[in-house]
């Protein structure tokens, strides 16, 4: 039994080495901000999603320490059973006023608050009109809705109403969006999509996950961007990327936020947050609103790596965002780009069929704040020498 079970896996992993499509992991040894040091060599990375260098700051590490200290490394279960700690309430009540909403909930990662949420509101007999570029965590939380699925063009609005008049013979629709797009780094026009969801009597929900921290005058996101804070029916989005944590969240009405404590699966049935990450995202979000300077250096950085980009014509606009995408084209040649750049020492992921259309392959700069003027003068070199 077990040797048929173990050619079983045998035959899928000699198939996605046979397409091209492997996956393996790199052992990273230790690192320090944007200094990494994988398989016994240092490199500079412009991978990760630390955009602010938050994780490794001294207040956010003191805070995830003391609140080990005071609650222990885990919650100890489930919120609705006895790990509902203060530390949560805390931190979905800054969560909530920091996007500008009565409530938040917390859930143990970003993935599971889209799955979660989604969920609860929709039924098989409902619609979903969603953006064709956004995260795998909508898209399977979608399929696991038994809703019909209506894809629409990226950030098309044309195509949105498109779908909205498809899905009049839905019971309940809702249009679902990243704001800030995860692979292309563009924005999409929330204060439209908002409108136009409202207009055929659907909810609309963004996906904050790379917008929390980042746009806005004050790094609010997308509505703040818009000027349209409260006109988002859903506003999700992670503590994992800019905010240096680990955890998802659910902002909205009181309501929305009473509805996901007795309807989302995702959120009855798993752990409470851990402490130290409920602490550590409670405190990064503190930092973003008195140190708007680390957002202020972000962009600087956004800014030399859009120069020197489209000074090389791997961009024909700059990005707003920092990530920062550059199209290279063919599988083979973007791998062999980013070996050139591993070469020199540079981690420049590469982005490549399924994440990416075929042939639409591209390294994906993220920029942070911690990376230093020789870090990025070292990406300049090694983009030229492309
Ligand atoms: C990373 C990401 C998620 C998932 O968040 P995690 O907290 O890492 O699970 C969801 N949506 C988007 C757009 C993301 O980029």
Not at 153 to 159: A, C, F, K
Not at 351 to 358: A, E, F, K, L
Request: hydrophobic residues 40%; proline residues 3%.
């Amino acid at each position: 039994m077990r040797e048929l079970f173990e050619k079983y896996l045998e035959n899928r992993l000699a198939q996605a080495r046979d397409s091209g499509l492997y996956r393996t992991l790199r052992a990273v040894d230790s690192f320090d901000g944007p200094e990494v040091e994988l398989e016994g060599r240092k490199y500079i990375s412009f991978a990760s999603n630390d955009y602010l260098g938050l994780s490794r700051h001294p207040d956010v590490i003191a805070a995830a320490s003391e609140a080990i200290g005071k609650y222990g490394a885990g919650a100890g279960a489930s919120r609705l059973v006895i790990g509902d700690l203060a530390i949560h309430r805390e931190l979905e009540k800054q969560i909530a006023t920091f996007k500008g909403r009565e409530a938040a909930r917390v859930f143990a990662t970003g993935y599971l608050a889209n799955i979660g949420a989604i969920n609860s509101l929709i039924k098989p007999g409902d619609a979903i009109v969603s953006d064709e570029k956004n995260h795998s965590s909508i898209i399977d939380a979608c399929r696991l809705s038994g809703a019909k699925i209506l894809v629409y063009r990226h950030l098309d609005m044309n195509s949105l109403r498109e779908k909205l008049e498809e899905a009049k013979e839905f019971n309940n629709v809702l249009v679902a969006t990243e704001s800030v797009f995860s692979i292309d780094g563009d924005i999409a026009p929330v204060a439209e999509t908002a409108r136009l969801a409202k207009e055929f009597g659907a909810w609309s929900m963004i996906d904050e996950a790379h917008a929390t921290g980042i746009i806005g005058a004050s790094g609010r996101g997308s509505e703040e961007l818009f000027d349209c804070t409260g006109e988002i029916d859903i506003v999700m989005g992670t503590f994992s990327k800019a905010v240096g944590s680990q955890g998802g969240f659910i902002a909205g009405s009181e309501r929305l936020a009473e509805m996901m404590v007795n309807s989302s699966r995702t959120f009855i049935y798993s752990t409470g947050l851990a402490p130290a990450a409920s602490a550590s995202a409670l405190e990064s979000l503190r930092i973003m609103e008195r140190a708007p300077e680390l957002r202020e250096r972000l962009f600087e950085n956004v800014d030399f790596v859009n120069q020197v980009a489209l000074k090389l014509g791997m961009r024909k606009t700059p990005s707003e965002t920092p990530v920062i995408p550059l199209t290279i084209g063919g599988e083979a040649e973007a791998v062999k780009a980013f070996e050139m750049m591993k070469d020199r020492g540079l981690i420049v992921p590469v982005m490549r069929y399924p994440t990416v259309p075929m042939g639409e392959a591209c390294l994906r700069i993220s920029a942070s704040t911690l990376h230093t003027t020789e870090h990025l003068e070292k990406l300049a070199d090694g983009l030229a020498a492309l």
